[in-house]
């Protein structure tokens, strides 16, 4: 069964840090592009960056530039997202979601999804 799993969400103050991961079962990331999405309440989900299955990274939130790095590790077929520095507008459900393909903006371009991880950032 194809599934993705995000885990890492969680309650952090303003300025801090934490570090999402997306880990695969029923398939291998090697060959994948991973993007992270988010989706704060009452808005539309956005994408945040993609690594694609060569490396390469695209990053989609201008806010999140200098902050976040998407990371692979491909013999833990996981991506990461480390988030620095984080502030309170960068709460939000977070999601991975895979596409066999280079890296798009579009969430319908990608075919699976977690469920989701929440972060919330407040003091």
């Known amino acids: 069964q194809v599934q993705l799993v995000e885990s890492g969400g969680g309650l952090v103050q303003p300025g801090g840090s934490l570090r999402l991961s997306c880990a695969a079962s029923g398939f291998t990331l090697d060959y994948t592009t991973i993007a992270w999405f988010r989706q704060a309440p009452g808005k539309e989900r956005e994408a945040v960056s993609c690594?694609?299955?060569?490396?390469?990274?695209?990053i989609y939130a201008d806010s999140t530039k200098g902050r976040f790095t998407i990371s692979r590790d491909n013999a833990e077929n996981t991506v990461s997202l480390q988030m620095n520095s984080l502030k309170p507008e960068d709460s939000a459900v977070y999601f991975c979601?895979?596409?066999?393909?280079?890296?798009?903006?579009?969430?319908?371009?990608?075919?699976?999804w977690g469920q989701g991880t929440q972060v919330t950032v407040s003091s």
């Open positions: 690594i694609n299955k060569s490396g390469a990274i695209v």
């Open positions: 979601a895979s596409r066999p393909w280079g890296c798009l903006r579009g969430e319908s371009s990608y075919a699976f």
